[in-house]
């Protein structure tokens, strides 16, 4: 016979006997409200359960610890992994400002005039690619692309994780300045291209803002998620079966988001 729902409650509290009383009670809630709610153990059962709560991110990572608490504590197999779980936010970008439209362009116009420069290759990736301070360290310029180690820490086999991204031939001559460098070079860099250029730099604004910039343009031209996730080669959302299931031909895609990319044009 299935345990009442005040007595699921119960062995939990017993779990969590070494935790703090203000950490079971929250615990409790969350466990609460899925018992009532739902109730369903099963895999399908506990996604729709974390997807219908309508958490952010950080409290569906904490309730996915939390059921896999309680199925610990009735003795249930969790049927959930990792790979459902949302990232966990850098605490430093979740605080980066945003670098606005106008700055960015006065960035595109002066490094636009110095294509030999290690900068310029810097500003070029940032504006049309979204690149971060440590992706900017680790790119390989070929003949018509780039390829961009963007998971050193998630290596799969010994192997890095690598971004292959397309560049129109006529704009390669904004790379010939590229070098590996370190990332402190790589973040020193956004501060002499801002002064450079008469940009203003705000505090904690760093390569991290020209990506927000970058994301947030192309949500308020209109242009898909899906789309332009898939052109600047971001991760997949897992919880987003429109993003999960998108598949247009990638070729497509680049040529399609060359023709509205607002900075490219700039270049």
């Not at 609460?32 to 709560?53: A, N, Q, T, V």
């Not at 992706?135 to 290596?155: G, H, M």
């Not at 209109?222 to 897992?238: E, N, Q, S, V, Y």
Request: with cysteine; charged share 30%; net charge positive.
């Amino acid at each position: 016979m299935k345990p009442t729902i005040s007595r699921q409650l119960s062995i939990l509290k017993s779990d969590l006997s070494k935790k703090s009383p203000r950490t079971v009670t929250y615990y409790t809630s969350i466990a609460r409200k899925f018992l009532i709610k739902s109730g369903d153990f099963s895999r399908p059962g506990m996604i729709k359960f974390l997807e219908d709560i309508d958490y952010c991110d950080n409290s569906i990572r904490t309730a996915y610890y939390i059921l896999k608490r309680l199925c610990k504590a009735l003795e249930i197999p969790f049927p959930l992994d990792t790979e459902f779980l949302p990232p966990v936010p850098d605490e430093e970008e979740i605080y980066t400002p945003t670098k606005s439209v106008d700055d960015v362009k006065r960035l595109i116009t002066y490094w636009g005039n110095y294509p030999g420069e290690y900068v310029t290759s810097l500003v070029f990736l940032s504006t049309v690619f979204g690149l971060r301070s440590i992706e900017l360290t680790n790119v390989e310029v070929k003949q018509n692309s780039i390829i961009v180690i963007v998971a050193k820490r998630r290596a799969r086999k010994g192997k890095p994780v690598t971004r292959e991204y397309y560049i129109p031939e006529d704009k390669m001559k904004y790379l010939s300045g590229y070098e590996q460098l370190s990332e402190m070079t790589v973040k020193y860099k956004f501060w002499q291209a801002c002064r450079r250029a008469g940009v203003n730099r705000k505090y904690k604004e760093n390569w991290h803002s020209i990506k927000r910039c970058l994301a947030t343009i192309f949500t308020d031209l209109g242009i898909t998620k899906a789309m332009f996730k898939r052109f600047l080669r971001w991760a997949r959302d897992r919880r987003d079966m429109a993003d999960v299931y998108y598949h247009k031909d990638f070729n497509e895609i680049v040529r399609e988001m060359y023709k509205v990319h607002p900075f490219l044009k700039l270049w």
